[in-house]
């Protein structure tokens, strides 16, 4: 492999960097939320939460709720993310498998 290939297939790329993007959301969000909670102002709700999750920013809810501490203690809230989550590792996986066969000639096995 040479310097300049990608170590992906371009659209494995741009769903990783469309999962990175999303993340970067969920983080700026997971943090915002913590602090209107400690302000006891009008929160982002679950559901807008769970959604950015579910667009790709799972992992910068994960990442924004250890670092902030927040809603770690609602197992709840977590099991959304946790689903979310897995759809995106199997996308990308399957992206990268059926790219990875298409380009060698290999059938969809």
């Known amino acids: 492999?040479?310097?300049?290939e990608l170590p992906f297939n371009p659209d494995t790329t741009l769903l990783i960097e469309w999962v990175a993007l999303a993340s970067i959301f969920g983080f700026v969000a997971m943090g915002i939320d913590k602090l209107l909670a400690l302000g006891r102002r009008s929160r982002v709700?679950?559901?807008k939460l769970w959604l950015t999750a579910l667009v790709g920013g799972f992992v910068g809810i994960i990442i924004g709720g250890f670092v902030f501490h927040h809603?770690?203690?609602?197992?709840?809230?977590?099991l959304p993310?946790?689903?979310?989550?897995?759809?995106?590792v199997g996308a990308l996986a399957l992206s990268s498998h059926f790219s990875t066969s298409a380009a060698v000639g290999m059938p969809f096995t």
């Open 45 to 47: 709700s679950e559901r």
């Open 1 to 4: 492999m040479g310097g300049s």
């Open 81 to 88: 993310v946790a689903a979310s989550a897995v759809l995106w």
């Open 71 to 78: 809603k770690t203690s609602k197992p709840g809230f977590w």
